[in-house]
DNA sequence: AAGTGGTCTAGACCACTAC
DNA sequence: TAGTGGTCTAGACCACTTA
């Protein structure tokens, strides 16, 4: 854990990209925890070797990032998962009148598998590696409306079992955070019209075959390295998905 | 249109949220006009009586809503709608392997008529204002894929004819831009399952009633002032909606 | 009162674009 | 060469939080 100032100005890029890169570094190092409070600006600056509004900028991009959070009077704050409605961030489901609730998840199945083409593919592993599939339920306003259908990749997740994955106090991706050191930044989602498979007909309460909202999710972690696939189905009677909401920024 | 210095420091709030919505009052009253250059930072920064890093932080906000757009070494521009790649902002429909297409669109129903409840609430007029209603089938490698149901009020469109929207030359929102001095920097999506009408049966070409990926959006300026709603229905068998990028920023 | 982030200044120098 | 935005500095003062 080099505590060294930064490199050379001209080599990396700019000042502030190396800085912010460093900060990256060490987040991805475990130097700071979920939840955590990172050194204060002046000291930050003092040990990359950069001026307060350098190491500001810096900070600026990585807040916008939703990877670190800022209080005044208080210290900036390494993301945590799901704080207060900061969970909507991915939960991206709410009922026709915009009503906004959290879901009560239910797990279905939990099981150890190898990576299908699909998933290998997103989680960027070998074909036939192994994973860790579960099947999660979704309850909104006391009803199941929502499947998901989840990989991770074993390598990443070392002693998961099923135990410990339904008697999480949290949700999932603060699991991740506190049990195996992943923060989940970021996430890509396609979304197309699926059909209820046996599972989700009997669980959702809707014929076989009929038609659902599929999604189907990827999710990062810094420097955008994949640690998890998610394919979820919605009953779409009393709930909608949020699509984009652009404005912000889109590459 | 004034020039004089914005108001003294504590009123509004601070000194560089006054400046940007000073910058967006100038644009709301097309002292500026989209793709046109703006004043350079040190001539804006006199004219506001800011220091350039307040003025810049103003910028900042604006490039990061995509409502300015900074080209180094020629200028700060009014952003323009469907300016190459950045046509994909607002329009998130790819197919399965991820290949973005230019859509050929087919204006298919031009008609006056009455704000429905749902078109009043979410334009923001009254029940029964007057509306133009169109209806858009939108081709993908040669094949129809999507019908788009649109709603814009009368009031901010005078003069808008058949003809004229049949002949614009660039994409829709362009030809608001152009047309009606009407920018379009942010949408609303709600993503759920529709069931194709006779009219989308036969231009798609499925069954009456086979399920399809509803998009409902609303459009808006500046200000999220709502200029149109638009009920989008997607042939999903090839094509996917790209929904949450999550990373950037949500409210 | 001490420490934090939030805002703001008044410049400097650099990289890029146009002429 | 002149003008633009991009980066960076070395502070100042303010507002907020905790104690």
Tied chains: 1, 2.
């Excluded at 997740?157 to 050191?181: I, V």
């Amino acid at each position: 854990m080099s505590t060294l100032a930064i490199n050379p100005p001209a080599l990396g890029g700019t000042r502030y990209k190396e800085v912010k890169s460093a900060i990256l570094a060490a987040l991805s190092a475990g130097e700071w925890k979920g939840g955590e409070c990172i050194p204060s600006e002046k000291r930050l600056a003092e040990r990359f070797g950069v001026s307060i509004g350098t190491l500001r900028k810096a900070i600026d991009e990585l807040c916008a990032e939703n990877i670190l959070i800022r209080h005044q009077g208080l210290g900036t704050f390494v993301s945590m998962h799901q704080r207060d409605r900061h969970f909507f961030r991915f939960f991206r489901v709410v009922r026709r009148d915009g009503d906004k609730a959290y879901p009560v998840v239910t797990l279905l199945d939990f099981r150890k598998a190898r990576a299908s083409r699909e998933a290998a593919a997103a989680l960027g592993v070998e074909t036939g590696a192994r994973v860790f599939q579960f099947v999660n339920g979704l309850a909104l306003h006391g009803k199941t409306v929502l499947i998901e259908h989840i990989s991770v990749p074993e390598a990443h997740f070392p002693g998961l079992t099923e135990a410990k994955l339904r008697n999480r106090p949290n949700t999932l991706y603060n699991f991740y955070q506190d049990g195996f050191g992943i923060n989940v930044v970021e996430t890509d989602e396609r979304v197309s019209v699926g059909l209820a498979s046996e599972l989700e007909s009997a669980k959702l309460g809707i014929a076989l075959g009929a038609p659902l909202l599929e999604i189907r999710r990827v999710a990062y972690s810094y420097h955008r390295s994949a640690v998890e696939l998610r394919v979820s189905r919605l009953n779409t009677e009393e709930y909608e998905y949020i699509g984009a909401t652009s404005g912000a920024d889109e590459k």
